[in-house]
């Protein structure tokens, strides 16, 4: 077994660890404690916030990636150890071979037989056209008409492991935190479910294609999976890559004002004025050309992925942070008239430790916010970038590529509906909890929706 | 007014250099005049000769910014960049990359484009202006935070769904409208209806919900309070004080989408097979057609400035308190 | 008039409290309205006043509830009709006029609507006879040209012309009560005298029960007929404004009324040494226009202000907003750009000095803001907002040493030392003035600019606050130059007064001569709206 360390995977690794050291900090000013204790006091905030927590950890567990060693054959006698071309990761090792399970083309969700007809030969040795038999699918079943009760006894045995894993998962959590004011039984609830649905995916999965398979005979289920990674991490690592940008542009304009200002206003209005979809394109293809160009820089096919996949996060990011830097800089010119700017002005403090104590403190909920809002777009926009053909890599698994690959399907008689409803579902329960999670994190933040609070 | 007006004009012009720069610099960067000359003729008739032709034919057989061997302010505009640009200016699009003239393609192709987004977006607003205010009505009950789930899980959706699930039902499972195509006869609103709904609906989570924060941030106005004390009812109150202040906010916010509506969507138009701006520039992509992306953020851009005009004049029609200078 | 009191309003035993929680902020007020003549409800921010006009009309917030008592206008329960009757009741029996006249109007409609909507409403007049009606009560509340006013939309309008409208609008129906919450308090003082005048008159004339509900003891003095003191959500005072004025039966409305300028005694004026001399001082902001937006005039904020402050003195600086006091103080300490003239300190000018060099000079010369919420970052400690100055002015102590010092600050201020490490937000307004105070003292400066350093402050905290100014003052030596609008605390504070009027210093001299005989006419109009407690 050798690691291998992607870009991507360094980059997301290195943003956990500066979010929690980040969230450490903020924990010593009791305001933002006060806040985020907002926040968790919601049981909807619990429930989202364990969900993206979920996905998140998903999104962690497929960036531990590795290649494996490969037996030699006899035949070669040497000590080199050779490893395997394809890259795997700890979730694939979890998953217990979901991904390897492939048939021909398309089957139903828990078909014992594919959906396309087939030339064959039966027993008697006569040639027929007819739907084959799947290799990974219900090969245990005796008679198919078993299948019923099968699913029934084995989802039933799934669940109570499930529970089993989950009272371990949850025991400690409520020993350290049964006294809490804040509602985490919301939260062990949803651990429970997503912990039972895990257990039960894993185990029925050695025997049937929960979600069928695509065209190209791979388990939806599986690809849906996978798409977790690319989402989370492109919505993670575009808004890290803009917020150094937008955070230090609509400071200095906010604060400087001058020709800083000009200049900085200059930029954004030029920058907003392209349509976006066109200068992320342009940027796409171009990337693509010079990938292109230098194929040797890459020496697995994962990697050249990878790279095009950061390539666009920077696209994203660059592309997008006239917004969050318009918002800036309005906060900045508000907050620089504030008497604590003037006074420390008066006490001639200097301009670094104005922007560094003052002012940066003081726009950070305007960032948190943009980053929670952010994310939930950047996971939309990766399906619809993907459509265009300027979005990842085709051999990389994102919910996009999905839609990409199925969206004549529908039209297709009898018509194909998994590989569609994998995807939107996957997406959608992220979509919906980060969207969910950002109005909590605002209504808690937003000095605004804060002041009508507390006239309430 | 008109000061104003001249100055916003006039600060666009280095706005558009601007973007102009940038769309070249980026398509230069790693396709030169050669590299796109080869591309174009193929790679069986590349010849030195052949290309160099094809650049002098084309307008590419100069520098990109700055000519070194030209003097004075010749050393700027004797440059691929400045003749480019200056034709842009001009509106003056040239050919495509295949050979067509831009300029008719562009002017023939907005129509269809508009024809779609125009509808979309008028219907659009006017819908979720109603479906706010019928959620402000019942503020604060359960059916308010059950209309709002609704909203944010409407906005959680891809609009490829919205386009996909649309396609599916009423046109395939259903059959009340064609799937795509787009026909300039009579029944062309037949094209029309699905692609409309479509946009309608993807758009009603994200706009119904801002309105109605829109709407509750004007119900907590002293003037609001200041109407409730002459004894106007809730319904009058909503209608007679919420609703026109609130509007300003939300018209200005629109306008600036208005002319961009010429250049319609991008998805809409090549699910449903409409031959407008959208797919153009699709298919521009997709062939890697410089000219016509170039063109197209040209346009954009110069869309983008005018929105950016109107929303300041717009501001000056609707709320009685602003002026411009 | 009969003997025989004519009651409008009867409010009794009525409770208010908070929807969630149960916490009482109205514990059972009662109080009668009688017809032409004004009760005033004093108390100071958080004492239940405003609550209890709004509960009164049944127009409280969702997060407060009504649990006991009983409103009355004439036979009529309020607390028993539905909503509907309830609306018929508002505007037209009992009406009301609000704190900011500017935004309790409705930004896009024009004034003559808004008044013609209430008519609308509660009347039959329709078209022109609206509109004349509408004239009408402008010419009445005396709206000057209130024929072209109708179609002017309310920021065309001045703050005082703003708050006449309201009160037309209040009293287009006639009503018997009418509930004026703060309805001056955010207008200029001599402004203010004109509204309440207005409300006196209106009073008489029309045979208004007015609940006049404010915090400031001169316009009780000014306008009322009885009073009642609020603190706490109770009524723990009541009797007719002349007996309370005279002989308070409770400790806090004591307070309230010492609150009040005394204008016999003057602290004496004796000018020693200057410490800062201002010479034609002038700050200019450009006016642009055009295409080019080249600078065509200059709005002269500060037009040739010459004063002189000695050491250990205060200088009252005082003038309505807009007058340009708080840019000139904004110009001392180099925080503006001076356009002309010099500003000497210690005999040095350093109006023109760079940042670095003006450093020495900011740590004599200090400043307090008006807002006491926004000058101190919420995201820092107390201890660490005292440190800063400290800090970076280089005062050449280390750690342990600073630490001590700001101990000894914070006990100075009256706070004390465990209060370093708190945050701003857990502090009341009067405590982080206090810091604001220690905060500058840290560097000790020769001159603290002052600029309107109570004005959003409670009154009996103003007079804390006040206090400890001129205790550190003759402790440390220390100037003050003192930024405000209120004449009524210049006589406990302040030698030498200067009156300021479109950027310029139209009279100064010692607060005696001007408090007692004031020569230019604005002078002598900011002081006749000045309540007072000699008659």
Known sequence: MKPVLLWSDALIFLLVIALILFFYRLRRDPQTRERWGQVFSSRLGMVTFTLIMTYVGIALLDSLHFRKALDNPESLQTEEVFYDNKVTSVLDILLQGMGERFERTYSAPFALMSFEKKNMRDAQGNDIRDFPPLKHAGTHLEDPSERGADILSRSLTALLWGLLLSAVVIAPQWLMLRTSANPWHASWAVQAAVLCFFTWLVSISHYYHVLGTDRGGADVAYQSLKGIRTGVLLGTLSTLVMLPIAVTLGVMAGYFKGWVDDLVQYLYTTLSSIPGILLIAASVLLFQVYIDLNPDFFSIGMEKADARFIALCFILGVTSWSSLCRLIRAETLKISQLGYVQAAHAFGVSHTRILSRHILPNVVHIILITFVLDFSALVLAEAVLSYIGVGIDPSMGSWGNMINGARSELSREPAIWWTLTGAFFFMFILVLAANLFSDLVRDAFDPRTAARRSEA | ?325 | MSTKKDIRMRIEGLRVELAESGVEILKGISLELEAGKVFALVGESGSGKSVTSMAAMRLLPDALKITGGSVQVGEQDLFDLSESKMQTVRGRRVAMIFQNAMTALNPVQTVGQQVAETLKLHTSLRADALRQRVVQLFTEVGIPDPAQRFSFYPHQLSGGQQQRVMIAMALACEPEVLIADEPTTALDVTIQEQVLQLIRELTRSRELAVLLITHDMGVVRNTADDVAVMYRGEIIERAPVDVFFHAPKEAYSRRLIDALPDLTQFQSAAIEEPLLELEEVKVHFPVRKGVLQRVVDVTRAVDGVSLKIGRGETYALVGESGSGKSTLGRAILNLEAVAGGSVRFNGVSIEHLGRRAMLPYRKQIQVIFQNPYSSMNPRMTVGEIIAEGMVSLGLGLDAVQRQERIDDLLTRVQLGPEYATRYPHEFSGGQLQRIAIARALAVNPELIICDEPTSALDVSIRSEVLDLLRALQQEFGVSYLFITHDLSIIPSLAHHVGVMQYGKLVEQGSAEQILTRPGHPYTQALLNSVPRMDP
């Open chain 2, 1 to 325: 007014m008109l000061a104003y007006i001249i100055r916003r004009l006039l600060y666009a012009i280095p706005i558009l250099i601007g973007v102009n720069l940038l769309t070249f610099t980026l398509f230069f960067v790693v396709n030169s005049p050669d590299d796109m000359a080869v591309s174009q003729l193929g790679e069986k008739y590349v010849t030195p000769e052949a290309i160099a032709a094809w650049k002098v034919k084309n307008g590419y057989d100069k520098p990109l910014f700055v000519n070194p061997d030209a003097a004075g302010v010749a050393a700027f505009t004797e440059t691929i960049f400045f003749n480019k640009s200056v034709k842009l200016f001009a509106f003056d699009f040239g050919r495509s990359e295949s050979g067509r003239d831009i300029t008719t393609d562009v002017s023939t192709r907005m129509w269809p484009s508009l024809a779609v987004a125009l509808p979309t977006f008028v219907i659009g607003i006017w819908v979720n202006i109603c479906v706010a205010l019928m959620v402000v009505m019942f503020h604060a009950t359960r059916l308010d935070r059950w209309a709002v789930f609704l909203f944010v899980s409407l906005m959680s959706i891809s609009y490829l769904f919205y386009i996909i699930g649309g396609q599916y039902l009423v046109a395939k499972t259903w059959r009340l409208v064609p799937v795509s195509g787009f026909h300039t006869d009579g029944q062309v609103w037949r094209f029309l209806i699905l692609p409309v709904l479509v946009g309608v609906i993807a758009g009603i989570g994200s706009g119904a919900r801002w309105y109605r924060t829109l709407f509750l941030e004007e119900a907590n106005q002293d003037y609001v309070r200041t109407a409730r004390a002459k004894g106007a009812s809730e319904i009058s109150i909503l209608f007679r004080h919420i609703l026109p202040n609130a509007l300003i906010p939300i018209l200005t916010g629109v306008v600036v989408l208005i002319p961009a509506l010429f250049m319609g969507s991008l998805l809409i138009e090549s699910f449903f097979g409409i031959p407008g701006l959208g797919s153009y520039m699709l298919d521009a992509i997709k062939s890697q057609d410089f000219a016509i992306v170039r063109t197209m953020v040209f346009i954009g851009s110069i869309l983008y400035i005018i929105g950016l005009i109107l929303t300041d004049i717009s501001y000056t029609w609707a709320d009685p308190r602003v002026r411009l200078n």
